[in-house]
Nanobody, 125 residues
Framework: QVQLVESGGGSVQARGSLRLSCAAS???????MGWFRQVPGKEREGVAS??????VAYFADSVKGRFTISQAGRTLYLQMNNLAPEDTAMYYC?????????????????????WGQGTQVTVSS
């Protein structure tokens, strides 16, 4: 059973930075992992994801050049720089267990089998 626990959210001013962490248990290297975000009234969207089996990472166009994703052991990170008010959302860590999830593009919700509880990021102008 995969369990994901996010941390690191908070409030920051525009152009600031935050680093989110996702501690995973029950994770195996074949899983893709990624970060999603959601604002009220909108669909959850994939922000960044990795597939360690193929050593690939992808980002949503809206965050390219500002966000990076990395993994150290069983912890997944999302480094968010130059934050903007439109980055305000609940951020979720997710993992998927299909071989090709996140292999050719950023994960979408259909790729995710496991979810964390979410951590709020608020960016003020």
């Amino acid at each position: 059973q995969v369990q994901l626990v996010e941390s690191g959210g908070g409030s920051v001013q525009a152009r600031g930075s935050l680093r989110l962490s996702c501690a995973a248990s029950g994770y195996t290297s074949r899983y893709c992992m990624g970060w999603f975000r959601q604002v009220p009234g909108k669909e959850r969207e994939g922000v960044a994801s990795i597939n360690p089996a193929y050593a690939v990472a992808y980002f949503a166009d809206s965050v390219k050049g500002r966000f990076t994703i990395s993994q150290a052991g069983r912890t997944l990170y999302l480094q968010m720089n130059n934050l903007a008010p439109e980055d305000t959302a609940m951020y979720y860590c997710a993992a998927g267990d299909r071989q090709n999830c996140g292999r050719f593009r950023v994960m979408d919700t259909a790729d995710a089998n496991y979810w964390g509880q979410g951590t709020q990021v608020t960016v003020s102008s």
